[in-house]
T-cell receptor, first 115, second 113 residues
Framework: KAGVTQTPRYLIKTRGQQVTLSCSPI?????VSWYQQTPGQGLQFLFE???????NKGNFPGRFSGRQFSNSRSEMNVSTLELGDSALYLC??????????????FGPGTRLTVL | AQSVTQLDSQVPVFEEAPVELRCNYS??????LFWYVQYPNQGLQLLLK??????LVKGINGFEAEFNKSQTSFHLRKPSVHISDTAEYFC???????????FGSGTRLSIRP
């Protein structure tokens, strides 16, 4: 079974631009969570999508948004990029079954560099 | 609110020596606890998890961790490390839904031959 895939793997943008990152979950998984990893702030939770609805949100500005499609694939968008948005963006997928533990499986990440 | 503290940012150790990576957590509710490993230029891989039951948890690659509720700790141990264990290790916590994981700041384990 294929793992979580993220595209693109590397991206270079300039300040003020916007960017869209894509995440394809493991087949059958219905939940996708996004995380930002930076040297200064570490790993921080951005948001989770399940059944095309945002279920959980971290403490990030509104420039960070996401969506989920009916096939569970997810995209996250960052508008008006700032230098501090340079990071590794990880997505993770899980079954999200009720009343049971749902392991999150992580993709390899997209490394975004903002110049 | 939940939080995780990893007390050591870097741990150097000689090959075949034992290692312990320390982790303390705080939470007002019952939690799940995890250790993840990240190899260079890769995503996160789950090493082990504590959900309930036995406080000694065994994971992959010979790692184990002990849940100590009174000390709110979840330290990771390995009796004999190998060069291939060189990586960054993250302790993490979540509530019972496990859909939002709170990570510690990470401990970089470097193995000296």
């Amino acid at each position: 079974k294929a793992g979580v895939t993220q595209t693109p793997r590397y991206l270079i943008k300039t300040r003020g631009q916007q960017v869209t990152l894509s995440c394809s979950p493991i087949s059958g998984h219905r939940s996708v969570s996004w995380y930002q990893q930076t040297p200064g702030q570490g790993l921080q939770f951005l948001f989770e999508y399940f059944s095309e609805t945002q279920r959980n949100k971290g403490n990030f500005p509104g420039r960070f948004s996401g969506r989920q499609f009916s096939n569970s694939r997810s995209e996250m968008n960052v508008s008006t990029l700032e230098l501090g948005d340079s990071a590794l963006y990880l997505c993770a997928s899980s079954w999200r079954q009720v009343n049971s533990y749902n392991e999150q499986f992580f993709g390899p990440g997209t490394r975004l560099t903002v110049l | 609110a939940q939080s995780v503290t990893q007390l050591d940012s870097q741990v150097p150790v000689f090959e075949e020596a034992p290692v312990e990576l320390r982790c303390n957590y705080s939470s007002s509710v019952s939690v799940y606890l995890f250790w993840y490993v990240q190899y260079p230029n890769q995503g996160l891989q789950l090493l082990l998890k504590y959900l309930s039951g036995s406080t000694l948890v065994k994971g992959i690659n010979g790692f184990e961790a002990e849940f100590n509720k009174s000390q709110t700790s979840f330290h990771l141990r390995k009796p004999s490390v190998h060069i291939s264990d060189t990586a960054e290790y993250f302790c993490a916590v979540s509530d019972s839904s496990a859909s939002k994981i709170i990570f510690g700041s990470g401990t970089r384990l470097s193995i000296r031959p």
